[in-house]
């Protein structure tokens, strides 16, 4: 009997909706193991291109706090005193175009900072990938 071929072997046979349902099951749990997977990289990744624009934003925060309030109460006074400006007035000036060249850097670090990401597409677009193979998925199994 061993050599004889099976008719309606139980082990081969599918069992029918709750096998398929179980399949679809597991399926969708491996896909979601490996799109968070992904995600994790592409976040890795996305942190390691950032780092320096992240560092050099600390840096410059830091830098700008300390340096500037001497800088702008230096440059206010010397202004007072050069344009015979009240001192509260030429304080008021120094201070806003010290704002304005914060603002400034703050943009390009940010433009730098921005451009970091651009790896989550990949997750992305692998993601669409996976919904749409769910929904051809559940679409073709009633057929």
Not at 16 to 39: I, P, R
Request: with cysteine.
């Amino acid at each position: 009997m061993a050599h004889q071929t099976l008719l309606n072997d139980k082990t081969v046979r599918p069992n029918g909706l709750m096998g398929n349902v179980s399949s679809f099951g597991n399926d969708l749990a491996t896909l979601a193991t490996l799109q968070t997977k992904l995600a994790a990289a592409d976040m890795r990744e996305s942190l390691l291109k950032a780092a320096p624009a992240i560092g050099g934003l600390a840096v410059l925060g830091l830098i700008s706090v300390a340096g500037m309030t001497a800088l702008v109460a230096g440059l206010a006074l010397w202004l007072a005193e050069a344009l015979q400006l009240r001192p509260a007035v030429a304080l008021m000036f120094v201070g806003l175009g010290s704002l304005v060249i914060a603002a400034l850097g703050a943009w390009l670090c940010t433009r730098t900072f921005g451009s970091s990401f651009s790896t989550f597409r990949r997750s992305s677009e692998e993601f669409e990938r996976n919904l749409a193979w769910i929904k051809t998925t559940l679409t073709q199994s009633g057929r």
